[in-house]
């Protein structure tokens, strides 16, 4: 089985500038989240899907930061325009929706390591 | 603001010496996932800890969930230098919602 698949793997743009990453789950998978992870810090949610709808973008910086994932499979997350603070690596993650036990599982792809200069 | 706070941030130890990780928050989780990252990949699941108290081994690491569901911790036995990486606690909550810890940097030297 084919796991979350990411790219670019890295980027280097200069600030003010606009970036685009995609990623694409595993299949049949309904839950699709998009985390910021920060050089020495843990990922922190940035959105969530569940198929094609959007659950949870409580953190996500929608004056720069927006996200789509189309037809309830791949998803893209853009940032338009970047700043300094935005360099870090962004991981997509996804997971089959929960059962009735709790022990779900959200698997992760490589990452999208981005530099802003 | 940090819901899941780790402890150590970093440990380097030798090959063969014994180590835990713990994790803790004020709130409540449903339950608790630890998972491991190496550089340049996305983390791994390791386990889930669901009930009060649970406690779960994995070869060589054991895990506990505190029983007020609040705190875990991670022991691993006789660390090896394949045991190096980013340790990092999840809680859930609400539907599906996971909260990351800030994670601990484990080096084994051989």
């Known amino acids: 089985e084919a796991g979350v698949a990411q790219s670019p793997r890295y980027k280097i743009i200069e600030k003010r500038q606009s970036v685009a990453f995609w990623c694409n789950p595993i299949s049949g998978h309904a839950t699709l989240y998009w985390y910021q992870q920060i050089l020495g810090q843990g990922p922190k949610l940035l959105i969530q899907?569940?198929?094609?709808?959007?659950?949870?973008d409580s953190q996500l910086p929608k004056d720069r930061f927006s996200a789509e994932r189309l037809k309830g499979v791949d998803s893209t997350l853009k940032i338009q325009p970047a700043k300094l603070e935005d360099s870090a690596v962004y991981l997509c993650?996804?997971?089959?929706?929960?059962?009735?036990?709790?022990?779900?599982?959200?698997?992760f792809g490589p990452g999208t390591r981005l530099t802003v200069l | 603001t940090q819901l899941l706070e780790q402890s150590p941030q970093f440990l380097s130890i030798q090959e063969g010496e014994n180590l835990t990780v713990y994790c803790n928050s004020s709130?409540?989780?449903?339950?608790l996932q630890w998972y491991r990252q190496e550089p340049g990949e996305g983390p791994v699941l390791l386990v889930t800890v669901v009930t009060g108290g649970e406690v779960k081994k994995l070869k060589r690491l054991t895990f506990q969930f505190g029983d007020a569901r609040k705190d875990s911790s991670l022991h691993i036995t006789a660390a090896q230098t394949g045991d190096t990486g980013l340790y990092l606690c999840?809680?859930?909550?609400?539907?599906?919602?996971?909260?990351f810890g800030s994670g601990t940097k484990l080096n084994v030297k051989p």
């Open positions: 993650a996804s997971s089959p929706l929960p059962g009735l036990g709790d022990d779900n599982e959200q698997f």
């Open positions: 999840a809680g859930r909550y609400n539907f599906n919602k996971f909260y």
């Open positions: 709130s409540v989780f449903s339950s």
């Open positions: 899907f569940q198929n094609n709808g959007v659950v949870d």
